[in-house]
């Protein structure tokens, strides 16, 4: 039986390709990875951004529990009301008479 | 084509140099791996989107790589291979056949893919391929057209190098009955 011999075709392949594939191929394939290493930032910088993330929330909420803590948002109400408001309220529950006042 | 994957392998290691190294890498294995994909794929624009997401993989995975200089290349060739099986299997599962049910769809694509001036028993041997099993067809066409030792497809395939040396026997006894026919 005659045996088929794999010399007769070698490595020769049918398939179509586009004219300089190759070359194109290769500056593409070196661009993108070029702009992906750009995009890949050092290590050292991602934990530093990170850490600054986590300063800054946690300083954010040091402030805001100082900022609402009751002493502090009292006294703010109290700087808030001017001294005409005090005086209207004053005299809205005063039960003393006129003449009473000391001054 | 010489390649030195010694100097690649130092280039692509230092941070400094690693776009260097891999434009080197590149240079050495664009042509050999898009010949891969394509035999695996078939259609050109399918191995050429394949062949960029292995660059892609090869060198966001380089920190990974424990290989010395002399698996470098069966190491792209595993990425590529993994990467043309990845979009294999999902046509299978678009399609719901099995991995060798899309050899036939493959078979079909391959006719649009022939340059015109192709002798007919280049078109007869590729269809011959295309009509193997799956792994037979990588196991073939890594020995026959690459030129990679037994070792070297075992590490690409991830089967041992007795079942790679088998999988290359039946494969080219399949190949010489289809021929002869």
């Not at chain 1, 995009?39 to 530093?48: D, G, H, V």
């Not at chain 1, 609402?68 to 004053?90: G, I, Q």
């Not at chain 2, 590149?26 to 695996?40: D, I």
Request: glycine share 4%; charged share 30%; net charge negative.
């Amino acid at each position: 039986m005659k045996e088929f011999d794999f010399d007769s075709v070698g490595k020769r392949m049918p398939y179509a390709l586009p004219e300089g594939f190759f070359e194109q191929a290769k500056r593409e394939a070196v661009t993108i990875a070029t702009r992906g290493e750009q995009q890949r930032r050092p290590l050292f910088f991602k934990i530093a951004i990170a850490a600054a993330v986590v300063l800054a929330v946690c300083g954010a909420a040091v402030w805001f529990e100082d900022f609402n803590s009751p002493e502090n948002r009292y006294e703010r109400m109290l700087a808030e009301l001017s001294s005409e408001v005090l005086w209207e309220y004053a005299c809205e529950y005063d039960t003393i008479a006129d003449g009473e006042y000391l001054y | 084509m010489i390649v030195d994957t010694t100097e690649i392998l130092r280039l692509l290691t230092d941070h400094d140099r690693r776009s260097e190294g891999f434009a080197l890498l590149v240079e050495a294995y664009t042509e050999p791996l898009y010949w891969h994909l394509r035999r695996m794929l078939v259609v050109h624009e399918e191995a050429e989107d394949t062949l960029q997401e292995v660059w892609i993989k090869v060198l966001s995975s380089f920190d990974m790589y424990r290989g010395g200089a002399e698996g470098l290349r069966s190491w792209c060739y595993r990425i590529a291979t993994n990467a043309a099986l990845d979009r294999l299997r999902r046509r299978c599962r678009w399609r719901f056949v099995t991995l060798d049910g899309v050899g036939r769809e493959l078979l079909e694509e391959f006719r649009h893919e022939v340059v015109e001036s192709a002798d007919e028993i280049e078109v007869r041997f590729q269809q011959a391929l295309l009509a193997l099993p799956t792994k037979q067809r990588i196991v073939f066409n890594l020995r026959y057209y690459d030129e990679l030792d037994y070792g070297e497809i075992s590490r690409v395939t991830g089967i041992s190098e007795g079942a790679c040396k088998t999988n290359y026997h039946y494969a080219q006894q399949r190949v010489k009955e289809l021929m002869i026919r």
